[in-house]
Nanobody, 118 residues
């Protein structure tokens, strides 16, 4: 079993930047991919970005391409989401996830709030 703990959320003005971190522990050798999702009030959870643990290839939602960067540190079992040029519509609870494929996740973190003020 894998456990995930997110950190790095907060309040930022539009145009600003934040970096989210997600530390994995437990059976991390079973992870194939890690991803970031977000859920705004009254909306469904949506995919943001994902990275394959081996090789490091990445996938992004169109809404964040060119502004967000996902990366990982395999030595620290940590995945990051660098967010730049933040917009009010990026406001959401951001969740880290781990799973057996880049499109399938079975372990979720508790979430971290990101609020972007206009």
């Amino acid at each position: 079993q894998v456990q995930l703990v997110e950190s790095g959320g907060g309040l930022v003005q539009a145009g600003g930047s934040l970096r989210l971190s997600c530390a994995a522990s437990g059976r991390t050798f079973s992870m194939y991919a890690m991803g970031w999702f977000r859920q705004a009030p009254g909306k469904e959870r949506e995919f943001v970005a994902a990275i394959r643990w081996t090789g490091g290839s990445t996938v992004y939602a169109d809404s964040v391409k060119g502004r967000f960067t996902i990366s990982r540190d395999t030595a620290k079992n940590t995945v990051y989401l660098q967010m730049t040029n933040l917009k009010p519509e990026d406001t959401a609870v951001y969740f880290c996830a781990a799973g057996g494929s880049i499109w399938s996740y079975n372990t979720w973190g508790q979430g971290t709030q990101v609020t972007v003020s206009s």
